[in-house]
T-cell receptor
């Protein structure tokens, strides 16, 4: 259980276009989803935290108008990179936190489950 | 300031050998610490999770230890395999809030 999927797994686009990345929790409900960006040989950098039904909370330095996040349901969050430029090329990873259910192992540890990532290349 | 530091930054070992990765953190108060394995081009996968009251946790050939007093954790890999080549990330969660603090990772390469 606790599988998180991302779509697409990779995307190449022209500069100036917008790209949407989907993050789905396949077998659990996620009230909170996180979006990360990872550059080569660097660790994950948190971009934003999204809670279902409310606006995302962006980390300092992340432009909310450029990286649009929608978390419309308990199993789906989307990240849209608007007017993408080559410097936006990166590996984007989402994670989902299991909704607290009480005594389950994952909820006890407040585990977050990561998606496989999306490689974005902007030409 | 909450920080998580890992060492070494990179490591190359021969197949079959053991190795130990280190994680030092300043996050306080602290709820739990996790070790993740991230293969190149993939998302991180959880290896172990420990709360502040746990000293050790094993998952196959992976054994994590935690010293909450010194705020140090280690991940020991026994009898390394080529498939262990990956980045290993230490993540600490504070007692309150949604934030997770990521270490910079250790890149492990296992060579035949």
């Amino acid at each position: 259980g606790a599988v998180v999927s991302q779509h697409p797994s990779w995307v190449i686009c022209k500069s100036g276009t917008s790209v949407k990345i989907e993050c789905r929790s396949l077998d659990f409900q996620a009230t909170t989803m996180f979006w990360y960006r990872q550059f080569p040989k660097q660790s994950l950098m948190l971009m934003a935290t999204s809670n279902e039904g409310s606006k995302a909370t962006y980390e300092q330095g992340v432009e909310k108008d450029k990286f649009l996040i929608n978390h419309a349901s308990l199993t789906l969050s989307t990240l849209t990179v608007t007017s993408a430029h080559p410097e936006d090329s990166s590996f984007y990873i989402c994670s989902a936190r299991d909704r607290d259910q009480g005594s389950g192992t994952s909820s006890f540890y407040n585990e977050q489950f990561f998606g496989p990532g999306t490689r974005l290349t902007v030409l | 300031k909450n920080q998580v530091e890992q060492s070494p930054q990179s490591l190359i070992i021969l197949e079959g050998k053991n190795c130990t990765l280190q994680c030092n953190y300043t996050v306080s108060p602290f709820s739990n610490l996790r070790w993740y394995k991230q293969d190149t081009g993939r998302g991180p996968v959880s290896l172990t999770i420990m709360t502040f009251s746990e000293n050790t946790k094993s998952n196959g050939r992976y054994t994590a230890t935690l010293d909450a007093d010194t705020k140090q954790s280690s991940l020991h890999i026994t009898a390394s395999q080529l498939s262990d080549s990956a980045s290993y990330i230490c993540v600490v969660r504070p007692f309150t809030g949604n934030q997770f603090y990521f270490g910079t990772g250790t890149s492990l390469t296992v060579i035949p």
